[in-house]
C-alpha cells in the first residue's frame, strides 16, 4: 500500500530555518519524480521545488530552499532557510510516474507557519 507522510512542520520565526521529510513507502522512490507543492488559505496550490528520478532538482524559492533526496530511506525532504512570513502555508509532498503511465501520489501535508 502507498503511503508518503510529512512530516517537520511547525512555527518558525522569520529568517529562520525549517526542513521538512517525507517518507515514504509501497513503491519503488527511486523511479519517481517527488516534489513539494504548497497551499495558503484563499490561495491556489503552487509548486515549491522538484526532484527527477536522476536527481536533478529545481526550486521556485530563488534559492533559499533545497530538495535532496535520500532512496536507501524512502524519504524526501525540503531544506527551508530565510524564511518568510509568505512561507506560511500546508506543504505537501508529491511523488509523480509518467511511463508507462501516469501515476501520483500524494500526502497528507504539514502546516509550515512563519510568525514572529
Known amino acids: 500500500q502507498v503511503h508518503l507522510v510529512e512530516s517537520g512542520g511547525g512555527l518558525v520565526q522569520p529568517g529562520g530555518s525549517l526542513t521538512l521529510s517525507c517518507t515514504t513507502s509501497?513503491?519503488?522512490?527511486?523511479?519517481?519524480?517527488v516534489s513539494w507543492y504548497r497551499q495558503a488559505p484563499g490561495k491556489e496550490r503552487e509548486l515549491v521545488a522538484s526532484?527527477?528520478?536522476?536527481?536533478y532538482a529545481a526550486d521556485s524559492m530563488k534559492g533559499r530552499f533545497t530538495i535532496y533526496r535520500d532512496n536507501a530511506k524512502n524519504t524526501v525532504y525540503l531544506q527551508m532557510n530565510s524564511v518568510k512570513p509568505e512561507d506560511t502555508a500546508v506543504y505537501y509532498c508529491?511523488?509523480?510516474?509518467?511511463?508507462?503511465?501516469?501515476?501520483?501520489?500524494w500526502g497528507q501535508g504539514t502546516q509550515v507557519t512563519v510568525s514572529s
Open positions: 509501497g513503491f519503488t522512490l527511486s523511479n519517481y519524480a
Open positions: 526532484i527527477n528520478s536522476a536527481g
Open positions: 508529491n511523488a509523480q510516474k509518467t511511463a508507462p503511465f501516469r501515476r501520483d501520489y
